[in-house]
């Protein structure tokens, strides 16, 4: 059974840009997708992108312009850069596995980590 | 981007009720439907796959349903461990689009 757990700063400063690594556990990583979702307080899931073991990505257009992914699979972790932050990327990011067949699907998550951006 | 519509957003229903959440996509899917449950403090879960296929070890009282643009969740007989919110999920295009949640609670 996969794991996956984020880490990274909890508070970034407006602005700023904000980094998050998630780290693969229990399985391969090469022939996956590897996502991030995030959730403001409260609310609902927004997709982020997505990363194949290649390096190939697929960011959100609402997202695109301050988003950057990467993935080293030889650490078996792969990271989210979001840059020029405002208080409205403070949410808990959660990094997720997606498994892709006919369909896409999130088969397995992390905990999340709540980042806050704040002065 | 494909809109994903849920409703209604939050319901009570007594224990063993069946109770049946709804997600409308802005257009067609065919069946590339998923559904997930997040407890409060935890990671969403999936549920429920392609509209209707049960994932691994999620209790049979769980059923998924519709085609197209119209899709049911439906719990059977509600348990007082399925108080959680339900997101529906659709794979069809990129980028990948959620519902805005069902919250249900035990009344």
């Known amino acids: 059974q996969v794991q996956l757990h984020e880490s990274g700063p909890r508070q970034v400063k407006p602005s700023e840009t904000l980094s998050l690594t998630c780290t693969v556990s229990?399985?391969?990583?090469?022939?996956?997708?590897w996502s991030w979702i995030r959730q403001p307080a409260g609310k609902g899931l927004e997709w982020i992108g997505r990363?194949?073991?290649?390096?190939?990505?697929y960011y959100n257009p609402s997202l695109k312009s301050r988003v950057t992914m990467s993935i080293d699979t030889s650490k078996n972790q792969f990271s989210l850069n979001v840059s020029s932050v405002t208080a409205a990327d403070t949410a808990i990011y959660y990094c997720?596995?997606?498994?892709?067949?006919?369909?896409?699907?999130?088969?397995?998550w992390g905990r999340g980590t709540l980042v806050t951006v704040s002065s | 981007d494909i809109q994903m519509t849920q409703s209604p957003s939050s319901l009570s229903a007594s224990v063993g009720d069946r109770v049946t959440i709804t997600c409308q996509a802005s257009?067609?899917?065919?069946?590339?439907l998923n559904w997930y449950q997040q407890k409060p403090g935890k990671a969403p879960k999936l549920l429920i796959y392609?509209?209707?296929d049960l994932e691994t070890g999620v209790p049979s009282r769980f059923s998924g349903s519709g085609s197209g643009t119209d899709f049911s969740l439906t719990i059977s007989s509600l348990q007082p461990e399925d108080i959680a919110t339900y997101y529906c999920?659709?794979?069809?295009?990129?980028?990948?689009?959620f519902g805005g949640g069902t919250k249900v609670d035990i009344k």
């Open positions: 997720a596995r997606l498994y892709s067949s006919s369909w896409f699907i999130f088969d397995s």
């Open positions: 229990g399985g391969s990583m090469s022939s996956y997708y």
């Open positions: 990363i194949y073991g290649s390096g190939s990505t």
């Open positions: 257009q067609d899917i065919t069946t590339f």
């Open positions: 392609d509209a209707s």
């Open positions: 999920q659709q794979s069809d295009n990129l980028p990948l689009t």
